[in-house]
T-cell receptor, first 113, second 113 residues
């Protein structure tokens, strides 16, 4: 158990809908990262927050947004969902702002029908 | 061409065998190299973390980095059925990077009793 928690574990929704994925980092960590894992693209970096501030963006679609709250938990919002958004979404956390030692949560499996 | 290339396998070996997993990369700026293990339907788990070139050993696992060849390896000695998982290499340039990790596609390993 990495100490990173994610909810929900599974999510089934329809195209066009909006969902929110939640992540709580390890107690000592200030950074939260979001990744998407699909069969064809592998594990892709989406976005990084450090202590409430956006630190870096990767291949994140405009339909997706994220934020980190004062208690350091983070939410990833996915809107206008498409079939191709079906994937595993992982959150990872680390102590510092440029920390390569990232600890991953169990993931949220999203299925868009 | 992807920044990080990893043979997806699958790789099947008998229990007790020495396993060699490899990644090649194209970005010479990469300084930090990691290996993650991912069991089916679970989040990636950090196995090894190496900075720059050289070897690092932890129990049955040895990580090697050859920056001149842009090649990294993970060796597993005395492999066990419990080692059956997908192994992901990951890399980052370091302090200027803001923590983004670039992952290989993952190699699926099966260790047969």
């Amino acid at each position: 158990d990495s100490g990173v928690t994610q909810t929900p574990k599974h999510l089934i929704t329809a195209t066009g809908q909006r969902v929110t994925l939640r992540c709580s980092p390890r107690s000592e960590d200030l950074s939260v990262y979001w990744y998407q894992q699909s069969l064809d693209q592998g594990l892709q970096f989406l976005i990084h927050y450090y202590n409430g501030e956006e630190r870096a963006k990767g291949n994140i679609l405009e339909r997706f947004s994220a934020q980190q709250f004062p208690d350091l938990h983070s939410e990833l919002n996915l809107s206008s969902l498409e079939l191709g958004d079906s994937a595993l979404y992982f959150c990872a956390s680390s102590v510092g702002p440029d920390q390569e030692t990232q600890y991953f949560g169990p993931g949220t499996r999203l299925l868009v029908l | 061409q992807k920044e990080v290339e990893q043979d997806p396998g699958p790789l099947s070996v008998p229990e007790g065998a020495i396993v060699s997993l490899n990644c090649t990369y194209s970005n010479s700026a990469f300084q930090y190299f990691m290996w993650y293990r991912q069991y089916s339907r679970k989040g990636p788990e950090l196995l090894m973390y190496t900075y720059s070139s050289g070897n690092k050993e932890d129990g049955r696992f040895t990580a090697q980095v050859d920056k001149s060849s842009k090649y990294i390896s993970l060796f597993i000695r005395d492999s066990q059925p419990s080692d059956s998982a997908t192994y992901l290499c990951a890399m980052s340039p370091g302090s200027s990077n803001t923590g983004k990790l670039i992952f290989g596609q993952g190699t699926t390993l099966q260790v047969k009793p």
